[in-house]
């Protein structure tokens, strides 16, 4: 990607995350807010997203439970899924990628002291993901939040990183449970 291509496609992204504070507002009290954030994250005027998975890491119960799963073409394409939240919800409810991340539970990797990439590894073979990023962040009430995705365009890598690092803080409020 050239240099004035990629200070393009950073704008482009910072603006789609920009815009996501008063999105999420408009759904304050979601359950699901995760899956509409992830969603909108995963989209291809954001971070362009093959298949993400979103999981919370809680050591005071020995607990790594995953909460919501993005497959690009498993993806609501009927309207802007904030503007129809039961529909959007209904869909995401029968997607086979979001109940295989959902359905997964198992004893805390932090608690445990596991090292990330052994995590990483583990989760991304349960969930047939090849060579996926991640990035692992802390969040409120010392739990740990671990997002592993797999981009569409390989040359977005670093800045899909680099901006991903500021983005996931976001997934800190929603509830998760």
């Known amino acids: 990607m050239e ?5 393009q496609r950073k704008e482009k992204l910072l603006k789609c995350i920009c815009s996501l504070p008063k999105k999420m507002i408009t759904l304050h009290g ?8 992830l969603h909108h994250l995963s989209q291809p005027e954001c971070f362009n997203l093959m298949r993400a998975a979103l999981f919370v ?5 020995n607990h790594l439970k995953g909460i919501v799963g993005i497959e690009k073409h498993e993806a609501y394409k009927k309207d802007n899924h904030w503007d129809n939240p039961k529909d959007f919800s209904a869909h995401m ?3 086979a990628f979001n109940k295989k991340v959902r359905s997964i539970d198992q004893i805390s990797s932090c608690r445990n002291k596991q ?5 990483v590894h583990s989760l991304a073979q349960e969930l047939s993901l090849c060579n996926p990023l991640f ?5 409120k009430h010392d739990n740990h939040g671990l997002i592993l995705f797999e981009i569409n365009d390989p040359e977005e890598k670093s800045l899909i990183k680099e901006v991903m690092e500021e983005a ?3 997934f800190g ?3 998760v449970f």
Do not use: Q, R
């Open 3 to 7: 240099k004035k291509d990629t200070k």
């Open 30 to 37: 979601a359950e699901n807010m995760t899956e509409f954030l």
């Open 57 to 61: 890491d809680n050591p005071d119960f």
């Open 93 to 95: 409810e029968n997607k």
């Open 115 to 119: 090292e990330h990439e052994k995590t």
């Open 135 to 139: 990035y692992s962040w802390p969040l």
């Open 168 to 170: 996931v803080h976001l």
């Open 173 to 175: 409020f929603c509830p």
